[in-house]
């Protein structure tokens, strides 16, 4: 079994790669989106996504990390894809499963389940425009406000050349709504040959199990539950049956806002801290008493304070 660490953009960015790898469990990663629209990215921004491409395409605790474009123009996508690969990308992913609004007004993310066509044409481009030995996988969901052509935009990812596909078992309307309907993703695997993961409402080592026995996948992508819960990838590999501990997670958390004060600007830094500890109240009930101090924080030494005290090993 590979698990993989998805994306969750505005949360789930290098910082949080490398914090949940350390942790341990994870065979793969994902980047946060890279929108691609009419030009050809400087290098700079490719490496502002994914630093890791210093260090050759991996997290500080070994693990690759794909690069993941998002958009709608086939050429410009294979030109973009060319250039992040020539930067020694690991592997190519494309987002066709992106809800926001904002993405799928601008034909991105999700909104291009309506055009299977243009999603062949645009995995096609890639394909043809990266070195074979680097991966081109993709993401998508069901669908867009149905499921009628899932089976359509899965066999056009594959024609077009994807050699995996992550498939979040919902559509864009039924955005993170439970449940997950992991029966779909085994109709998508009984109609394409290639390798098929399987992504959504994954919050515990059990619901991992129930995923793959529902889906009859081997491999599975997490990502809001292990921000709840940091140790998941390790519970569902191995033996281990417990959670980190708040004491463990308090120093987790400290080093996480250390490495946002050290190059996160300083609007965004206690943004990302709550909506971690939002996450992380799933789990833990003091987790939900720190977000529910910090969420009423306008005032960014209020909060640092308050972290160091709180927020480190006693």
């Known amino acids: 079994m590979r698990i993989l660490l998805a994306p969750m953009e505005g949360l789930l960015d290098y910082r949080l790669r490398d914090t949940l790898t350390r942790i341990g469990g994870f065979d793969e990663c994902v980047s946060e989106f890279i929108r691609v629209n009419d030009t050809l990215l400087p290098s700079h921004r490719f490496y502002r996504y994914v630093p890791e491409l210093y260090e050759g395409c991996r997290t500080k605790a070994g693990v690759p990390v794909k690069v993941q474009l998002l958009g709608s123009d086939p050429i410009c996508m294979a030109e973009n894809a060319s250039k992040v690969a020539s930067l020694g990308a690991y592997g190519i992913d ?54 009628e052509l899932a089976l359509v935009c899965a066999k056009a990812l594959e024609d077009g050349g994807a050699g995996e596909i992550v498939v979040h078992a919902r559509t864009k309307t039924d955005g993170y709504k439970p449940p997950a309907y992991w029966d779909w993703i085994t109709k998508i695997r009984s109609t394409v040959k290639v390798p098929i993961v399987a992504n959504g409402e994954i919050w515990t080592a059990e619901d991992a199990q129930r995923c793959l026995e529902i889906s009859g996948c081997t491999d599975i992508m997490i990502g809001r539950g292990v921000v709840a819960n940091p140790a998941l990838a390790l519970m569902i590999r191995t033996d281990r049956n417990q959670s980190l501990t708040w004491e463990e997670m308090k120093e987790i958390l400290f080093q996480y806002w250390l490495s946002l004060e050290a190059d996160m600007e300083t609007k965004s830094r206690a943004g990302r801290i709550k909506q971690w500890l939002h996450y992380l109240s799933r789990q833990y009930p003091e987790a939900e008493k720190d977000f529910e101090t910090v969420k009423r924080f306008t005032n960014l030494d209020a909060f640092t304070k308050y972290l160091k005290s709180k927020v480190t090993l006693t």
């Open 94 to 147: 494309i987002n066709f499963g992106c809800p926001a609004p904002t993405v799928n007004r601008n034909r991105g993310g999700a909104a291009l389940l309506k055009e299977p066509d243009l999603m062949f044409a645009i995995v096609k481009a890639i394909r043809s425009a990266v070195p074979k030995e680097i991966p081109v996988t993709a993401k998508m969901r069901l669908g867009f406000d149905s499921t």
